[in-house]
Structure formats: C-alpha cells, structure tokens
C-alpha cells in the first residue's frame, strides 16, 4: 500500500514560489509514476506534472510550462513540485498522486494513490 502525503501549500503573492513536498511511504517499482494534480473550485482536477520513479518521461501541463519543477528524492522518499512566477490562476488544491497503469499517467483515472492535498492561494 503506498501513502502519499503532501505538504508546502500556502498563501503567496503573484510572482512569488512555492515548493511542495509529498512524502512518499510503500514500496514502488520502477513501474510506477508520480504526478501533481490541482483542482480549483467548480473545474476538474487535471495533471500539472508528471514522471517515472525511475526520473524518465517528466510531463508538463502547458500552463505551467517553464514557472513549475517537479522532482524527486530517492533518498527521502520525496517528490517535489518547485512552483515559480506563480499566477492568481495557480490558485487550486494540489494534490500528490501514484500510479502503475501500462497505459502511462494519461489523467486522474490512471493514478491509484492520493494525498489528501494541499491549497495554493496565489493573490494579486
């Protein structure tokens, strides 16, 4: 069983950065993929970054292109989403998820694992 559990949201102004943290615990192969997700109130979640556990195949939502960073620590069993020049429009829950589909980290259907989530407000 993998449990996933996010932490570093907050309130920041636009222009600022975050960095987020889901603490990762359960055994996962090399098989397995991680992402971010944020849903904002009244819209579906969708996938702001994604890779293998393996550091291969990083995917970017296009809106975030360029300003968002996700990464892990294999070390401590981390994976982080570094969020730069941030947006009022960034602002949403951001959740932590992992996944083994053989079809890849398409959408939120294809992640098995959840973190309870964490709120980015972005304001100005």
């Known amino acids: 069983q993998v449990q996933l559990v996010e932490s570093g949201g907050g309130s920041v102004q636009a222009g600022g950065s975050l960095r987020l943290s889901c603490a990762v615990s359960?055994?996962?192969?090399?098989?397995?993929?991680m992402g971010w997700f944020r849903q904002a109130p009244g819209k579906e979640r969708e996938r702001v970054a994604s890779?293998?556990?393996?550091?291969?195949?990083?995917w970017y939502a296009d809106a975030v292109k360029g300003r968002f960073t996700i990464s892990q620590d294999t070390a401590k069993n981390t994976l982080h989403l570094q969020m730069n020049s941030l947006k009022a429009e960034d602002t949403a829950m951001y959740y932590c998820?992992?996944?083994?589909?053989?079809?890849?980290?398409?959408?939120?259907?294809?992640?098995?694992?959840w973190g309870q989530g964490t709120q980015v407000t972005v304001s100005g």
């Open positions: 998820a992992a996944g083994s589909s053989a079809l890849g980290p398409l959408a939120a259907w294809s992640f098995a694992y």
């Open positions: 359960g055994y996962m192969n090399s098989r397995y993929y």
């Open positions: 890779l293998y556990t393996d550091g291969s195949r990083t």
